[in-house]
């Protein structure tokens, strides 16, 4: 009986053989709301290889895939560009059914697969520049260290002109399409995923995009391991990561807040008025209806962050400490920064809302307190400080 998981042809050689997670709606942390792929691909040659694997549970979808084009027991190389489990998960089954005779990873990638499945066996290690021959196709490897872990690397079947990118130029969107011509809305979804994944490594991504640039590297396609695979757009998400690892800051700014009984949401609605009067594009997210993963979404193209908090057991609200918490590993540049909220008695969150934003190295301003209720003048003080943002972002753009 024929299976229902069936391989998609990419080119006359490569296959996607990967799954789709329709489930998944957090990954460590990052909110994703429309699922998300687990990207692996077949190359057919006279040494058919796998490049990469699934996450565990959709090992068994995997290898159906691989079914419908050749017996899985025929594969006789396996490539990881990435050890992290939602790639090499699967890697360990892939042994123990198929038995290739070679896997493949970069020096550190050989590493990490040894810390994480203790196997006591040889994985062959490629450095950067090495070329595989698998028979009538030739692989060549880059290490990417750092995008994003330290093991990552790239592959580049050469005579295809395809990319293998692993988390690369991905995101997290499930989807019954395979290509980025057959899915209109992924700018979202791409922005999402770089800036709550490789945001902190954009010194890295730019020093990448550099020497590709240098060498005229210029693939055809882009296969990442997550979300769809590049036919069409490769130049734009190219581009669109370049842009974003720039981290220019434009006239835009993010106020994000929670609230106990209403009065920081009421110096949140004065400040933004005051930013929008200035001629600012302005974002209210109210963390009660926000993720903060799609706070850092809004950010990667904002240039000002306002955060405001009341003051609980004399410290800052939890729901803005989470989102503090998670932005300040973001690493986030070039934002102008301030702090407002209300307290009823000694107000410390302001004050460590002012520091977090000082440790993202936000250039900030003097933040607002209001004790209880704010009145007339404290709604002005709220209005006046997005004006002073506004003026400070216009300072700072290039």
Request: charged share 25%; aromatic share 12%.
């Given at each position: 009986m024929k299976s229902p998981f069936q391989a998609v042809k990419i080119t006359d050689?490569?296959?996607?053989?990967?799954?789709?997670?329709?489930?998944?709606?957090?990954?460590?942390?990052?909110?994703?709301?429309?699922?998300?792929?687990?990207?692996?691909?077949?190359?057919?040659?006279?040494?058919?290889?796998?490049?990469?694997?699934?996450?565990?549970?959709?090992?068994e979808e995997m290898l159906s895939r691989v079914a419908s084009v050749i017996d899985p027991k025929d594969i006789r190389y396996v490539v990881s560009n990435h050890a992290e489990m939602d790639h090499s998960g699967g890697l360990p089954a892939v042994l123990g059914l198929v038995k290739p005779e070679k896997v493949f990873a970069s020096p550190m990638g050989v590493k990490a697969l040894e810390a994480h499945f203790h196997w006591g066996l040889p994985i062959a290690a490629v450095?950067?520049?090495?070329?595989?021959?698998?028979?009538?196709?030739?692989?060549?490897?880059?290490?990417?260290?750092?995008?994003?872990?330290?093991?990552?690397?790239?592959?580049?079947?050469?005579?295809?002109?395809?990319?293998?990118?692993?988390?690369?130029?991905?995101?997290h969107l499930a989807g019954s399409h395979r290509f980025d011509d057959e899915t209109p809305d992924w700018r979202y979804e791409a922005a999402k995923y770089y800036a709550n994944i490789l945001l902190p490594f954009s010194d890295v991504v730019l020093a990448l995009l550099d020497k590709l640039a240098q060498t005229g590297f210029a693939p055809k396609m882009i296969a990442p391991d997550h979300g769809p695979i590049w036919r069409r757009d490769v130049a734009e998400i190219m581009s669109l990561w370049r842009q974003w690892a720039l981290q220019r800051p434009s006239d835009k700014a993010v106020v994000v807040f929670d609230t106990m009984w209403g009065s920081t949401e009421k110096l949140a609605r004065a400040a933004a008025e005051g930013l929008t009067a200035a001629g600012t594009s302005t974002l209210v997210m109210p963390l009660r209806g926000s993720h903060r993963s799609d706070v850092a979404t809004e950010l990667l193209d904002a240039g000002a962050l306002l955060v405001g908090s009341p003051t609980i057991n004399r410290q800052t609200f939890p729901t803005v400490a989470d989102a503090l918490s998670y932005l300040k590993g973001l690493k986030r540049k070039n934002?102008?920064?301030?702090?407002?909220?209300?307290?009823?008695?000694?107000?410390?969150?302001?004050?460590?809302?002012?520091?977090s934003l000082n440790e993202?190295?936000?250039?900030?301003?003097?933040?607002?307190?209001?004790?209880?209720?704010?009145?007339?003048?404290?709604?002005?003080?709220?209005?006046?400080?997005?004006?002073?943002?506004?003026?400070?972002?216009?300072?700072?753009?290039?």
């Open positions: 050689k490569v296959y996607w053989v990967g799954a789709v997670d329709w489930d998944i709606r957090d990954f460590h942390g990052y909110s994703t709301d429309h699922g998300t792929t687990y990207n692996a691909y077949l190359v057919l040659a006279e040494k058919p290889t796998l490049i990469d694997t699934v996450k565990t549970p959709f090992v450095k950067d520049g090495e070329k595989l021959d698998l028979g009538g196709e030739r692989l060549s490897f880059t290490e990417t260290r750092m995008l994003h872990w330290p093991d990552s690397m790239f592959s580049y079947l050469e005579g295809q002109g395809l990319l293998f990118s692993n988390d690369a130029f991905g995101m934002l102008v920064g301030a702090a407002f909220g209300s307290y009823g008695w000694a107000g410390e969150s302001i004050k460590q809302v002012h520091d993202m190295g936000a250039a900030t301003l003097d933040p607002v307190r209001c004790q209880y209720v704010p009145d007339s003048a404290a709604l002005q003080a709220a209005y006046d400080l997005g004006r002073k943002v506004a003026l400070k972002l216009k300072e700072n753009r290039p």
